[in-house]
């Protein structure tokens, strides 16, 4: 059994090493919800995204008046695209193509997963084994 303590290390901004645990210390970390670490950055509070400071609020009007400038500026692009010779419907087609090939994928990767767990091997190994290449 070792009681040695997790040797302390020096965080920067782009190294924060994690030291992990041994013997008993193993026990009372699987009970923590963060792991150990020197860094005060592991547990400090989150901060939202959406949190907006009373400053940057804009009137409704503000915000209609951008919102038309956004839609101006996408009519213009799609103008442009029109006139380069795509259509939307032709688009469309496309993306709902897109959408079957990759629910066909999933259902493919899923039945690979499932293979390789009953033969106790990998999804990497059943690639070679049917002929696929792995960036299939």
Known sequence: M??????ETHCSANNCPVSTPEGNDLKKAALR???FSKCRRVNS?????LQVSGSLKVSPA????????TREQLDTEIA??????YSV????????MLHEYNDIKDIGQ??????????GT???DLYSHFGLELDD
């Open 45 to 49: 509070n989150f901060k939202s995204p």
């Open 89 to 96: 419907e032709e688009l469309e087609h496309h993306i709902d």
């Open 2 to 7: 070792s009681t040695e303590q997790p040797t």
């Open 33 to 35: 919800r963060t792991p």
């Open 110 to 119: 899923s039945l690979l997963g499932r293979i390789a767990a009953l033969r």
């Open 80 to 85: 442009q695209l029109e006139a380069e010779g």
């Open 122 to 124: 990998t999804t990497r």
């Open 62 to 69: 503000e915000e209609v008046a951008e919102l038309e400038r």
